[in-house]
């Protein structure tokens, strides 16, 4: 055996495994994109950009993506605008800290599937234990059909998917400001600035690629993230909460359109390879400015 | 002192509207699994009786051994198969400069971004054509697959921490790079692979939507399904038995997650970026 082989046949298993899993998919989608195709996957003839042509004339799929940018800008930026100040919190010294710091990190140990379980039937307009709880609060009159309407479960479900992504981020921002040293404060505040000043001048200035970091990311697994709509609603009713990767599952396993659904998801590989990019492009950057 | 107890109150009062929504799905799993059946469906919080007799009963009831088991099997095989292949290439990565390294690094940051759900009418062709449809081998193989990158990418820097001395001693005294890796590397590098298993195998534990596309019929359902199933497309949904699975499902994983997950960004980000 080689000296120059050897690093080759240590990544040959790795890389069979993934390209395989991942490739020849990849390649099937491909070519259901590109075909015409019965409910059954039978290819019947090349059709070119046909597919994607009837489903950029689908109404739904045209509300499905707008509604994917408000998931993913919604979820991404409400994350981002929690995750700082706890962060912030809990990057000082405190009683019980580590508790705190264990108990914001939670819902990130718990499957999205059972997280949305559990909200669903948290839910519930008749028996849910949000309407009886907010009811003994009196802070509400009436129970709410949560879940009936888009207008409401909707926004609860990007609330959820806040809930979850806070504690990925929180912990992102607490290596970035475990990077910044305490002298620089000590020597800002000698010089005069202003707790208001400290923060926004040292803090944010060094946690900023942090944060883009963090934000890339997100956008990335909150672009791909299924369990959460799919579980609590289905993207119903009537379609209404539905995000690309819903309608993606709904128009490949329920509907049978198989060339839309494969149309769906080259659709999503390109929006994901640029995302990918973006990030390489700040993750090198950040790497350079520390060299 | 008494300046850190009033900041610990302050901090304390300002995380705690987020405590509250944290804990909040904890409390209605609890509660529901506890409540007699003919409370369930009535809105007070805390039950008459509480039961704990439910998590008895669920456990037939939902069929809950099945799917322990199935899960487990999965999420064991899946894990072993993904170590199996990315310890090597881990290894390769952090060890030896090659013509391909970076080509192979980009591989895997693609294969890292793109999640199961993009590639699923893809994935179901595969397995229909391997025959593999409700076989929960063929979530072994996909599972083990999709984290390749993430093991990789945290083995890989752990790895480089390792110092490069005691190898090279032992190829001084002429042992093969294969007797090194497995007499010097891999005895120092076992915390890396422990942490990078327990993640993958929380990773398989968990996940939804292959194990949804891919296994038909009930008795191979992995855990999520099965109290997904216990709850779609159903007229009477039996809440407590769902509630009592779902905390039954979730706390030992919690617990083991929130014990590690300071291990975990170091694999996500630096990893990343290096």
Known sequence: ?291 | MRRKALRSLVYWLLLAPLIVVILFPFAVMFITAIKPPDEVLSPNWWPTHPRLWNFVEMWSATDFGNAILNSLYVSVLATLLALLVSIPAAYALSRYRFAARGAFRQFLLVSQMLSPIILVLGLFRLVVSLHLIDNVNSVVFVYAAFNIAFSVWMLQSYFSTIPLDLEEAAWMEGASPLTTLLRVFLPLATPAMVVTAIFTFINAWNEFVIALTMLRRQESYTLPIQIFSLVAGRYTVEWHYVMGAALVATIPVAVVFAWLQRYLVRGLTIGAVK
């Open chain 1, 1 to 291: 055996m080689s000296r120059r082989a050897t690093p080759y046949i240590l990544i040959l298993p790795g890389f069979l495994l993934a390209a395989f899993i991942i490739l020849w998919p990849l390649k099937e989608i491909v070519q259901i994109a590109t075909h015409d195709v019965n409910r059954f996957g039978m290819l019947r003839g090349f059709s070119g950009l046909a597919n994607f042509d009837a489903l950029f004339g689908d109404a739904d799929f045209i509300a499905t993506i707008g509604r994917t940018a408000v998931w993913t800008l919604g979820v991404v930026i409400g994350t981002l605008v929690c995750s700082l100040p706890v962060a912030l919190i809990l990057n000082q010294d405190f009683h019980g800290r580590s508790l705190a710091r264990v108990i914001i990190m939670l819902p990130w140990a718990i499957s999205l599937t059972m997280t949305a379980i559990v909200w669903r039937w948290a839910l519930n307009g008749e028996s849910g234990m949000l309407n009886s709880g907010l009811m003994k609060l009196g802070l509400l009159g009436t129970n709410i059909q949560w879940l009936a309407a888009a207008s409401t479960a909707f926004p609860m479900q990007i609330a959820i998917g806040i809930l979850v992504s806070i504690p990925f981020t929180v912990t992102i921002f607490l290596g970035g400001l475990s990077s910044v040293p305490d002298e620089l404060y000590d020597a800002a505040a000698i010089e005069g600035a202003g707790a208001l000043a400290r923060f926004r001048y040292i803090t944010l200035a060094l946690v900023k690629p942090f944060i883009n970091i963090a934000f890339v990311l997100n956008a990335i697994y909150v672009f791909n993230s299924f369990p959460i709509i799919w579980v609590m609603t289905q993207g119903g009713p009537a379609n209404s909460t539905d995000i690309m990767v819903t309608y993606l599952y709904k128009l490949a396993f329920r509907w049978g359109k198989l060339g839309e659904a494969a149309a769906v998801s080259l659709l999503m590989f390109a929006l994901l390879l640029a995302f990918t990019l973006i990030y390489v492009h700040l993750a090198m950057r950040e790497r350079e400015a520390k060299a």
